[in-house]
């Protein structure tokens, strides 16, 4: 038996020559995670029964760059034992195997998911890396899982062998069950599932037009009543985002709101995942925070089942700008934001942000490369489709005669996004798609140079040219766009209509 320890950064190289063809093996696939955990050290024990993805050799890959970002995930595993010959190679976070013989296998390694605790980077170590204390046993699947290179098995299974008894338990792909029962889960949807355990989680269940909803928040957060923080999602706000999209088909859906550990200044951050939201924030549940939550939930729609592209940079302006501008408008129509609220985000998190940022003119294809490593990167896609998605709403309207509005253009998109995934449920839209569906409100050729000028190319909208509906009006102080909404206009009742 072989033990490597990953901290050590040597790389690990075993003469062993490959033949010039490898043959699949004939074993079923199969890929079987036993974890263990004592409920007290930062330390997940992880064993996989697999069968070899060809007969010589298999290629494991741990850890994601394109899930936050982590350049240094790699080092989280460790201790890696396995009866057969092992290569490491750390800087592309890859395991080779070199099997001795035949039939099954098994490596066993360990996740260290002890707290870093460096402020700086806290919304990203606690959200895309395993963190695990006491409190909280925080996993994706894809943070324990290592991915075997061209494996035919479509699914993986994860079994509790050892758990401490008695503690809080959510694993999303079967909410309300223990740790003891072994679920299935698919391998190219490990983002999608999310396991938590520890003695500080509080899990409660709602319904939202039949649909069960859960929410998971801790016992740490002595400063807000965080409960009745939620109350009014679980009332008003998810039910309206289910309004909005004519929409009540989901199984069920979840939050997972918990308090950053690294951190004490008022902070939010989250992401989104197929039935669910998992967030991480500190201080007072504030506006910010509530947007927070209303944006990565709002991702149900946006993002999650609709994208145009084939990937979610492509036209990011659209998944995250467009879903942005929906979150807001469902946080006025669910009374949970109000006219000062709104104009607050618009004004100061979108107009002025974006009119004074050094990189508003960036092309769309800039994005990608530095979305991780510059914040002003990571926030334009964001403000430049929330301030056309309000541009273009107001166009809709103001061409209808108040009688349409953006939501009818989206459910339009919409329904054409669901005629793409009944005939290939992993298409996605189009930039036509969205062209073809916003011509049905304004002039075609008037999409395309906006989209193509505005969007792609990054040029900001001139509102000194643009006419908005009754009751709105934008001014600009120094080279800043400000909106204005009149003393009698009730916007809970425009986004309502």
Do not use: C
């Amino acid at each position: 038996m072989i033990r490597f320890m990953l901290t050590t950064g040597i790389l690990f190289s075993i003469p062993f020559f490959l033949k010039a063809q490898n043959k699949s093996t004939t074993l079923p696939a199969q890929l079987d995670y036993h974890l263990s955990w004592d409920g007290k050290s930062p330390i997940l024990k992880v064993s996989l029964e697999y069968s070899p993805a060809t007969k010589d050799s298999t290629v494991f890959i741990y850890g994601d760059l394109n899930f936050g970002g982590q350049k240094e995930i790699f080092k989280v595993l460790q201790n890696i034992d396995t009866k057969d010959k092992v290569k490491l190679t750390p800087l592309e976070r890859k395991i080779t195997v070199y099997h001795t013989g035949a039939g099954l296998k098994k490596i066993t390694y360990t996740i260290n998911g002890q707290l870093v605790g460096d402020p700086k980077r806290a919304t990203v170590d606690e959200l895309f890396r395993p963190l695990i204390t006491p409190d909280i046993l925080y996993l994706v699947p894809q943070f324990f899982m290592i991915n075997p290179v061209g494996h035919s098995a479509v699914t993986a299974s994860v079994q509790w062998d050892s758990f401490p008894a008695g503690l809080p338990y959510f694993i999303s792909t079967a909410a309300g069950t223990n740790p003891s029962l072994k679920q299935s889960i698919p391998v190219n949807k490990e983002q999608d599932v999310l396991i938590l355990m520890g003695a500080g989680l509080v899990i409660n269940t709602y319904k939202v037009h039949g649909i069960p909803y859960y929410s998971i928040t801790s016992k740490r957060d002595t400063i807000n009543n965080i409960k009745a923080e939620l109350e009014p999602f679980f009332a008003h706000y998810f039910p309206g985002l289910r309004d909005f999209w004519k929409d009540d088909q989901a199984p069920y859906y979840y939050i997972s709101i918990l308090p950053l550990l690294s951190i004490d200044k008022p902070w939010a951050t989250g992401y989104s995942q197929k039935h669910g939201f998992v967030m991480r924030y500190s201080g007072k549940f504030d506006d910010n925070k509530k947007r927070v939550l209303a944006h990565e939930t709002s991702h149900s729609w946006i993002g999650n089942n609709m994208q145009i592209g084939n990937d979610e940079f492509d036209n990011q302006w659209f998944g995250e700008g467009f879903n942005d501008y929906v979150m807001l408008i469902n946080l006025v129509k669910s009374g949970i934001q109000d006219k000062t609220a709104f104009l607050d985000y618009v004004n100061k998190d979108n107009l002025l942000a974006h009119y004074s940022s050094s990189v508003k003119n960036a092309p769309n294809d800039s994005i990608a490369a530095k979305f991780w490593v510059d914040k002003n990167y990571q926030t334009l896609p964001y403000k430049r489709g929330f301030i056309y998605a309000f541009y273009f709403d107001n166009q809709i309207r103001l061409a209808s005669g108040g009688k349409l509005s953006i939501r009818d253009f989206l459910l339009t998109l919409f329904k054409r996004n669901q005629q793409i995934h009944a005939a290939n449920p992993t298409g996605n839209l189009t930039l036509d798609d969205y062209i073809a569906a916003a011509a049905k409100f304004i002039p075609e050729k008037q999409v395309r140079d906006e989209i193509e000028t505005n969007m792609i190319q990054g040029k900001t909208l001139d509102f000194k040219t643009i006419k908005l509906i009754d009751g709105f009006k934008i001014d600009y102080r120094d080279s800043i766009p400000v909106l204005e909404i009149s003393e009698t206009t009730n916007i809970k009742e425009i986004y309502t209509r």
